[in-house]
């Protein structure tokens, strides 16, 4: 059976044009920082984000461990969002990697303000831990791709910087957000202190992400990224699908939104179907069943053809991405219809 696979923008695979970019990169050692297609990369990445300088990493998740690894010291402690990547999905190597923790403030619809920020950061009481870093997640994931306010984040900004806080944006779907809103990477990038971003996402890269900063905290992630075993060699060969990725594919993930918000509304009119409209704003649908326990719903699903991933709690998620068509979309909701008829 072929299915219709909307378990995550995750599953891509590289289009014919994006392999051929890879084929015929220029490659070398980047341990030696050699490789002429991943500096070509790492420029371009420093550029577009206004940083002096990017690092190529293996997954959105080594990006966002380095920034933490980089911006604290152990005993720190990082305020996120409860239901953050970071906090949820990381198999918690803040602590492993970095000997902080975490301290979890409830957004709303993954929206944390300043003023509720503020009241969780530690005054200097010695056996107060020191809070030092505040993350970022845009387009939220666990919220349903929401995306961050620029003025909520121009306001986290200032606050962070007024108290000598640092700031990281794991970015893993910062496009989405852009191709929403106008505002370009490098703008939401002048607010923070380090941006991450994936390729390997709804840019249709088969790996990698990036991590941008200034250049001594980016020499530092490139020593840590050794350490964990992320130096790797002949790397160019992803760089250059990144790069296909970043000159072809970003207007592109409109359509994967479009796709979204087509499939959100549409279910949103069945009876035994639960969905927040408010929350799809980009390319991600959280729902849940009022009939069907989550494990049989998404078991029914595949028997008829659609997967999809199982998301926090109740809830279950949809990801629409470039290996998903319009056709399929429709297709999707034709298929929530005979399950709830
Ligand atoms: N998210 C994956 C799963 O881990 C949940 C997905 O299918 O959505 N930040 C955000 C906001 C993410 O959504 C993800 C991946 C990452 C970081 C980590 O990226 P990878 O998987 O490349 O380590």
Not at 255 to 263: G, I, Q, R, S, Y
Request: hydrophobic share 40%; charged share 25%; glycine share 8%.
């Amino acid at each position: 059976m072929t299915y219709i696979d909307l378990r995550s923008d995750t599953v891509t695979k590289p289009s014919k044009a994006m392999l051929e970019a890879m084929l015929t990169a220029k490659l070398g050692d980047d341990v030696f920082e050699e490789d002429p297609t991943i500096n070509e990369l790492q420029e371009k990445c420093a550029k577009l984000t206004g940083k002096q300088a990017a690092l190529f990493v293996t997954t959105g998740v080594m990006g966002n461990q380095l920034a933490i690894k980089c911006h604290t010291i152990p005993g720190d402690e990082v305020i996120v969002e409860s239901e953050s990547h970071i906090l949820n999905y990381e198999t918690g190597s803040p602590a492993v990697i970095s000997g902080v923790q975490l301290l979890a403030i409830k957004g709303e619809m993954g929206i944390m303000r300043a003023d509720e920020i503020k009241k969780f950061v530690r005054t200097s009481e010695y056996y107060f831990p020191v809070t030092r870093l505040i993350c970022l997640e845009n387009t939220h994931n666990r919220a349903g791709g929401v995306i961050q306010p620029v003025e909520v984040i121009k306001d986290i900004s200032e606050f962070s910087k007024e108290s000598a806080l640092k700031l990281h944006l794991d970015g893993a779907r910062i496009f989405n957000a852009y191709v929403e809103t106008g505002v370009s990477l490098r703008e939401y990038a002048d607010y923070f202190d380090s941006v991450s971003f994936c390729f390997s996402k709804g840019l249709g890269c088969p790996i990698g992400s990036i991590l941008c900063g200034d250049k001594d905290f980016i020499e530092m992630a490139r020593k840590w990224r050794k350490i964990l075993g992320g130096g790797m060699r002949q790397s160019g060969i992803l760089a250059a699908a990144a790069i296909y990725a970043l000159d072809n594919n970003v207007e592109r993930l409109k359509e994967d939104n479009d796709n979204a918000k087509f499939f959100a509304n549409e279910i949103s009119s069945l009876d035994g179907i639960d969905v927040d409209l408010r929350s799809v704003q980009t390319n991600i649908v959280i729902f849940s069943s009022t009939i069907f326990q989550k494990n049989v719903f998404m078991h029914k699903a595949k028997e008829k053809g659609l997967l999809i991933s199982s998301g926090s709690y109740d809830n279950m998620r949809v990801v629409f991405h470039c290996d998903v068509s319009k056709t399929d979309a429709m297709k999707a909701v034709e298929i929530f219809k005979e399950l709830i008829a």
